[in-house]
């Protein structure tokens, strides 16, 4: 059952990146995980070319201290050999992965709760969107 989500939002015309992280204290596992990429000038989903480039995965806490981590901790992060990869595609406007009936489970390392850390790169001009997440929580709804 999916009970919380999480929304990022990203503009061609502000920046070429969009770099976060997800600190889930409450959180079990990640249901989905969605991008949608539209033009501004037609309303309709971006042409393949423009499609941004999204990576997604688990982090050592350590190297992200919070949501509001900066584009270096995020990019250290993702490049160090104790992260998780959960999905890194490119050249798809629209994309949606589901876990497909059980939960990516939020994970530890050395007894710590992991960060998901999210970076949307190759973002042009021109387009905006969102990534959304999609929680089931530790406790119920």
């Given at each position: 059952m999916i009970c919380w989500t999480t929304v990022r939002r990203f503009d061609?015309?502000?920046?070429?990146?969009l770099h976060t992280?997800?600190?889930?204290p409450e959180?079990?596992?990640?249901r989905f995980i969605a991008l949608v990429t539209l033009d501004k000038g037609t309303g309709t989903y971006a042409p393949t070319p423009d499609a941004p480039t999204l990576t997604v995965a688990w982090v050592p806490r350590e190297r992200v201290t919070d949501e509001a981590s900066s584009t270096e901790e995020i990019d250290a992060a993702?490049?160090?050999?104790?992260?998780?990869p959960l999905v890194?595609?490119?050249?798809?406007?629209?994309?949606?992965?589901s876990d497909d009936g059980s939960a990516f489970p939020a994970v530890g390392i050395k007894g710590?709760?992991?960060?998901?850390?999210?970076?949307?790169?190759?973002i042009v001009?021109?387009?905006?969107?969102?990534?959304?997440?999609g929680w089931e929580r530790r406790s119920r709804c």
């Open positions: 061609g015309d502000v920046s070429e990146a992280a997800i600190v889930p959180m079990s596992g990640l993702l490049a160090d050999p104790d992260q998780v890194i595609t490119g050249d798809q406007p629209v994309f949606y992965r710590s709760l992991m960060v998901l850390a999210v970076r949307l790169t190759k001009e021109g387009v905006h969107g969102q990534i959304t997440l």
